[in-house]
């Protein structure tokens, strides 16, 4: 098993930053992705970003292209998530979740929330 830990959400006003962190430990040497996932209100978890944890590729939701920026921390076993120019639509809780063989776990962190206020 993997434990994941997010930190990093808070409250925010629109056009501002934050910096959401995600350290794995236990089965972290087979990781092949890891990446963010996030539940709004009354909504299912949705993918954001995600990156290949061998060749730092990344990939977004359209939704936050252009604002949002994943990257990782191989020695720390850490990934984070860059996010500005927030939007109040961007308010959700935040996953971590880690990929086996190019395959998403169903391995889950106790989530951060995000809140951007209008």
């Known amino acids: 098993q993997v434990r994941l830990v997010e930190s990093g959400g808070g409250l925010v006003q629109a056009g501002g930053s934050l910096r959401l962190s995600c350290a794995a430990s236990g089965r972290t040497s087979s990781m092949t992705h890891m990446g963010w996932f996030r539940q709004k209100p009354g909504k299912e978890r949705d993918f954001v970003a995600g990156?290949?944890?061998?060749?730092?590729?990344?990939d977004y939701t359209d939704s936050v292209k252009g604002r949002f920026t994943i990257s990782r921390d191989s020695d720390k076993n850490t990934v984070y998530l860059q996010m500005s120019s927030l939007k109040p639509e961007d308010t959700a809780v935040y996953y971590c979740r880690v990929a086996y063989i190019n395959v998403w776990s169903d391995f889950w962190g106790q989530g951060t929330q995000v809140t951007v206020s209008s």
């Open positions: 990156i290949n944890w061998g060749s730092g590729i990344s």
